[in-house]
Nanobody, 123 residues
Framework: QVQLVESGGGLVQAGGSLRLSCAASGRTFSSDIMGWFRQAPGKEREFVAATVWSGEVIWYADSVKGRFTISRDTVKNTVHLQMNSLKPEDTAVYSC????????????????WGQGTQVTVSS
């Protein structure tokens, strides 16, 4: 079992930055895939970024590439999502998730989820 708790969401103006954190507790493995997803009102949940817990490989959605950076702190068992140059269309509830298996950008293939944190970008 893995428990995930997100933090760091809030309200920011367009062009601003936020840093989300996802604290993991329980049993994690170096091969776990740590992912960030987001869901805007009336839209399906979409993939944002992911990393292998060992940090060797990173993936990004095209919509955030060059603006968002995923990183992990294995000492604190935390995954971060640094979000720069935020746009109003980035407004969503952001959730972190863990997948026990190969990389996937499909939310339904992730095994554990946090409760989510709201990010609102004003224009």
């Amino acid at each position: 079992q893995v428990q995930l708790v997100e933090s760091g969401g809030g309200l920011v103006q367009a062009g601003g930055s936020l840093r989300l954190s996802c604290a993991a507790s329980g049993r994690t493995f170096s091969s776990d895939i740590m992912g960030w997803f987001r869901q805007a009102p009336g839209k399906e949940r979409e993939f944002v970024a992911a990393t292998v817990w060992s940090g060797e490989v990173i993936w990004y959605a095209d919509s955030v590439k060059g603006r968002f950076t995923i990183s992990r702190d294995t000492v604190k068992n935390t995954v971060h999502l640094q979000m720069n140059s935020l746009k109003p269309e980035d407004t969503a509830v952001y959730s972190c998730a863990v997948r026990r298996g190969l990389y996937s950008n499909r939310a339904e293939q992730y095994d554990y989820w946090g409760q989510g944190t709201q990010v609102t970008v004003s224009s």
